[in-house]
């Protein structure tokens, strides 16, 4: 097995700090990291203590609990809901349940609690798809449009399809790909579909094959999706760069809308509507935080707007950290 003699790195999706644990034999030995940070496993014997150092710093190694004991500890406080103590020191919250609301989507699946995520550093390398992910209202697809209208060399999006009838003037594979009903049910059914809908009686969706078609064109897929296609589409096939666009808070979005700059092209300027968005937002970000390659605050388009060409710009001279199954 190749894989034995290679390095273990770990993707942590939880902060950790030693001096909050009671469950660690000594404080001072731990490692305090960040959500999010790299770390190089050390030594992973022991079931409940691995001994750990940060990727690409020189520092000294520490313990850090391992994924069985975190996946315990985590288990054990969901499991704890009414109990007020907490075990081990640990602040928690009470956690809210909470379902997206995928309306008629089949995959719809919670994001699994990640602990750790085995990762390798790959070269750098330009990624086919860029998925872009937040609530309703928060300028997903004017930030799409605007890739592909600035640079349509480089972005495409893809064609729906649906089942509703063509318009006049409505050509099968401009705006939309033309089907029948069952058809489109049956292909939804075998799992063709990343995402689907249903407006006024006709089933709309994404095909995967449009995804491929564009990736063949050697552009980059720009797809804005619901979070619950998130987990189809990070495999090895797609490899896809996802971006979570963060709503600003009421206030912004409230003041942007009055001087004209307004993220999103639908809305109607309401309050209710602006404190939904944040409502919605925080909740994809709580669930689904583990995918997200970027998270930009989206207060200005044309800063948010900039700071994604550039961070798609870096991906092609920087090092990239990405899930194991991607190299192997
Ligand atoms: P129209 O039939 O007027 O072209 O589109 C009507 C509505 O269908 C749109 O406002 C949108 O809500 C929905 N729709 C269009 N394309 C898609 C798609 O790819 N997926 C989903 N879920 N809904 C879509």
Redesign the pocket.
Known sequence: DSRSTETIYMKAHFSYDPMKDRLIPCKEAGLPFQDGDILEIVNSDDPNWWQARFADIEGPTGLIPSKNLEEKRKAFVQHDYDNATSICGLTRKKKKKYKYNT?SNTNFDRCDVLIYEEVRRMAPFQRSVLVLVGANGVGRRSLKERLIRDDPRKFAGVI???S?APRENEENGR??YFTDRDSMALDIHDQKYI??????N?L???KLETIYDVMKTGKMCVLDVNPTSLKVLKTPEFMPYIVFLAAPSVEALKVMYEEGRRLSTTGRGRVKDFIRTVKESAQIEQTYKAYFDLILVNDSFEATYRALRKALTSLSSEQQWVPVNWVY
């Open positions: 309306k729906a399809h649906t509703r705006g939309y995402e689907f809908g249903e407006y006024n006709n709309y969706g994404t």
